[in-house]
């Protein structure tokens, strides 16, 4: 059992929870996520790793209630215990194994979406803390939706802030400041990472692409297992068949199959949405 000693609400349906979990956060590193199992009927949930402290040893994980299992593990206040909590899993991003001295010299873009800024933290974190200045811009819908921009200002070197309808920073998408950064103002990346909404994703790297710029996404969107035995985050990179969960969840964005992925990514819609009407009759009958 996983003690969660801390609840943040971050923003409408996300809550950031920190997990007693002393040897993951001992072992954690950037780009890699656990698997979070609720309790004795949950369902395996893979969610990217926010932050750790291994003096603590605690990690914390952001969590945005949209389905069925997600919505369960949302109702669970500080004090009580999640089933499991395993991990750390997946490879690690690949920037940590390099010389230190080398990578000091490169110009770092991240490009965040959504609840895709929790993993963006963790990873600007740990460059920052190698003296490593990294970029970011962070995406969202409305203002209400913008999460973690004051941990995520302490750590990079300039934070750029988008929403869709201009209701706080820039008003667009994440694409189209990139446009602004590289294609008006003339900066230069020699490499971009890109983590949130498979869509945004898409395009992220398709604006990259045209730059010339190496691309980085996390495809963690589509895993389901975190074992690679289920098959559902199968996916195409390069034109060779790759898992996400075991051999990613980064890739280089330009090899991506990202319509192959998209696909995939749909194939539960309609038996989640059928799980999502039994866990609200469910929670109904727990209420009365």
């Given at each position: 059992?996983?003690?969660?000693?801390k609840?943040?609400i971050?923003?409408p349906?996300?809550?950031?929870?920190?997990?007693?979990a002393?040897?993951?956060?001992?072992?954690a590193?950037?780009?890699?996520?656990?698997?979070?199992?609720a309790?004795?009927?949950?369902?395996?949930?893979?969610?990217?790793?926010?932050?750790?402290?291994e003096e603590?040893g605690?990690?914390?994980?952001?969590?945005?209630?949209?389905?069925?299992?997600?919505?369960?593990?949302?109702?669970?206040?500080e004090?009580?215990?999640?089933?499991?909590?395993?991990?750390?899993?997946g490879?690690?991003?690949?920037?940590?194994?390099?010389?230190?001295?080398?990578?000091?010299?490169?110009?770092i873009?991240?490009?965040?979406?959504?609840?895709?800024t929790?993993?963006?933290?963790p990873?600007?974190?740990?460059?920052?803390?190698h003296?490593?200045?990294?970029d970011?811009?962070?995406?969202a819908?409305?203002?209400?939706?913008?999460v973690?921009?004051?941990?995520?200002?302490?750590?990079?070197g300039?934070l750029?802030?988008?929403?869709?309808d201009?209701s706080?920073?820039?008003?667009?998408?994440?694409?189209?400041?990139?446009?602004?950064?590289?294609?008006?103002?003339?900066?230069?990346?020699?490499?971009?990472?890109?983590?949130?909404?498979?869509?945004?994703?898409?395009?992220?790297?398709?604006t990259?692409k045209?730059?010339?710029?190496?691309?980085?996404?996390?495809l963690?969107?589509?895993?389901?297992?975190?074992?690679?035995?289920?098959?559902?985050?199968?996916?195409?990179?390069?034109?060779e068949?790759?898992f996400?969960?075991?051999?990613?969840?980064?890739?280089?964005?330009?090899?991506v199959?990202?319509?192959?992925a998209?696909?995939?990514?749909?194939q539960?819609?309609?038996?989640?949405?059928k799980?999502?009407?039994?866990?609200?009759?469910?929670?109904?009958?727990?209420?009365k």
């Amino acid at each position: 059992m996983y003690k969660i000693v801390k609840k943040e609400i971050l923003a409408p349906n996300i809550f950031a929870m920190d997990v007693l979990a002393p040897r993951v956060a001992k072992s954690a590193k950037p780009g890699q996520f656990v698997i979070v199992i609720a309790d004795e009927t949950g369902e395996r949930v893979p969610l990217t790793i926010c932050d750790y402290d291994e003096e603590a040893g605690t990690v914390q994980i952001v969590v945005q209630a949209m389905g069925s299992s997600t919505k369960k593990m949302a109702i669970y206040e500080e004090g009580e215990y999640f089933q499991d909590f395993v991990g750390p899993l997946g490879v690690p991003s690949s920037y940590v194994n390099e010389d230190i001295e080398e990578l000091k010299k490169k110009k770092i873009l991240f490009v965040a979406g959504g609840v895709g800024t929790a993993p963006v933290y963790p990873q600007v974190k740990w460059l920052h803390a190698h003296g490593v200045e990294a970029d970011v811009i962070m995406g969202a819908k409305t203002k209400d939706l913008v999460v973690l921009e004051d941990k995520l200002k302490s750590v990079s070197g300039n934070l750029y802030v988008a929403t869709d309808d201009g209701s706080y920073g820039f008003h667009g998408l994440v694409t189209d400041y990139i446009d602004e950064l590289v294609g008006n103002q003339g900066k230069e990346y020699d490499l971009c990472i890109s983590i949130g909404p498979m869509i945004m994703m898409k395009f992220v790297a398709l604006t990259t692409k045209k730059y010339d710029i190496p691309t980085v996404v996390s495809l963690n969107p589509i895993m389901v297992d975190g074992t690679g035995m289920c098959g559902a985050c199968r996916v195409s990179v390069g034109g060779e068949t790759k898992f996400a969960c075991v051999d990613g969840p980064e890739f280089d964005g330009h090899d991506v199959d990202f319509e192959e992925a998209l696909r995939r990514q749909g194939q539960y819609k309609n038996e989640e949405i059928k799980k999502d009407e039994a866990c609200k009759i469910g929670l109904e009958e727990v209420g009365k």
